[in-house]
């Protein structure tokens, strides 16, 4: 089941607190409201009948004839009825009502001399029913107050107060989402530090608080950052010095190397295996000390100072027309997409992806570049087993070899070929990946944002 997010963890748990909050006001209006206003109705239908009551009773005393023409004037409107049960009649005024709908126990407390008043709905018109005794003749005056206007007040103010309920829940959550999205605001800028420092941006800090409760978390993270920041550069600067202290002694191994590649022919035996093997890892650890410079030389740089607008085709077409052996198919599309970024260091993704291809896949089989969905995009297809799903994150990061880690040789390398591509892709804002490719082997993809025309 997915877990709401500590931002609508804490909206919905406003929203909710709000809805219980309003209500209970709300049921304390209703009962309030509903209460008092009922109690006035009734109270008003019930004066009105003991008036009306008395009249009747005077009439009766007397034997007046005019007793239907009395009851007929004693109806409040066209809802209203007055009903009469003397001497076992029943005689009705205003709208007809059978009277066998009545409640009997309600007839019945008015004949025993009980005054009586009860809420009914009397053929779908809501009554309130006032039952007096007859003090001269064994009779129940029983009168129909309808409670249509009550009833409407009724259902505007419970509609009112659902609405008001509703509307309170959405504004909860509307001011708990607000105050969530402030109070975790330096939580997103602690988490967007990190996530730059994380891609590489060792400058990335947090800005300064003022809040005390704060000021501590952004002061521990700078400081921390800080430190980190250092400890990466002097380990570059170390890095970079070895390498450069290294280049002398190593151009003199080199060129002993090469000198010994030639006469090679002169040392049989044993003798030659180990030279062949010697002059193998002087090779080898010619190009880390290289590859090593180019990491230390692109930790150091913050910033890239060189970048201008590149052909994509272009630059790779020349990388690719400038290696030794035969030709590799190039497939470009069209318009050839442009990049904004050092030519160097594309010009080194693109030789290590080929290099990689060639030494360690079974050679280049095909090279594309073209642009996808605003991306320039870079895919270099090669000869080779492919690589296994576990290891295709690992083989971008520094000195991992992978399947070849432990091993010496020529075509080992050194691991830090595929590292030297991510992190020049990286440094262009791009992402570099190796996927499967259709027939066998595999594909590396290097995507760029293009830049604009």
Not at 369 to 386: K, L, N, Q, S
């Amino acid at each position: 089941m997915p877990r709401f997010s500590l931002r609508w963890r804490v909206a919905l748990a406003m929203g909710l607190g709000s809805v219980l909050l309003t209500s209970a006001v709300a049921v304390a209006v209703w009962n309030l409201t509903s209460g008092y206003m009922l109690r006035q109705r009734e109270q008003s239908a019930v004066r009105q009948a003991e008036v009306n009551v008395r009249l009747v009773d005077a009439a009766l005393s007397t034997g007046s004839d005019g007793l239907t023409g009395l009851l007929t004037g004693l109806t409040t409107g066209p809802d209203s009825t007055v009903l009469l049960f003397h001497d076992g009649q029943v005689l009705t005024s205003g709208r007809q009502v059978d009277a066998r709908v009545l409640p009997r126990r309600l007839v019945d407390l008015g004949r025993e001399g009980t005054p009586a008043a009860q809420r009914l709905v009397v053929e779908g018109i809501p009554v309130l029913a006032v039952t007096l005794p007859i003090e001269s003749t064994y009779g129940a005056y029983v009168e129909l107050a309808p409670l249509v206007q009550l009833d409407r007040t009724f259902r505007f103010l419970s509609a009112l107060l659902v609405a008001v309920t509703v509307i309170s829940g959405l504004l909860g959550v509307a001011l708990g989402s607000w105050a969530s999205r402030r109070a975790l605001r330096p939580l997103t800028e602690l988490t967007r530090a990190a996530s730059r420092i994380a891609g590489g941006d060792l400058g990335a800090r947090l800005p300064a608080q003022t809040d005390p409760d704060l000021k501590p978390l952004a002061t521990t993270f700078n400081a921390t950052a800080e430190a980190l920041e250092q400890r990466v550069r002097r380990d570059a600067r170390f890095a970079g010095d070895v390498s450069h202290e290294l280049r002398s002694p190593l151009t003199t191994m080199v060129n002993a190397a090469e000198v010994l590649r030639r006469r090679r022919v002169e040392v049989p035996g044993t003798a030659g295996k180990a030279l062949d093997l010697l002059t193998s890892e002087v090779d080898r650890f010619a190009r880390m000390v290289v590859d090593l410079l180019e990491i230390s030389r692109a930790d150091q740089q913050a910033e890239d100072p060189t970048s201008e607008t590149i052909d994509l085709v272009s630059l790779v077409g020349n990388v690719v027309a400038a290696r030794p052996g035969g030709p590799v198919p190039l497939d470009t599309g069209s318009p050839p997409p442009r990049v904004l970024g050092d030519r160097r260091r594309l010009d080194r993704v693109v030789d290590n992806l080929l290099d990689n291809a060639e030494r360690h896949a079974g050679g280049v089989v095909r090279v594309g570049v073209f642009a996808h969905g605003g991306t320039a995009r870079i895919e270099v297809y090669d000869a080779g087993p492919g690589v296994p799903p576990e290891l295709r994150d690992r083989i971008f990061d520094r000195f991992d070899r992978g399947t070849r880690a432990g091993r010496r040789g020529a075509d080992t390398g050194s691991g830090l070929g595929l590292a030297l591509v991510a992190q020049h892709v990286q440094r262009h804002g791009g992402t570099v990946r190796v996927e499967d490719r259709p027939g066998g082997g595999a594909r590396f993809v290097v995507e760029l944002p293009e830049a604009e025309r």
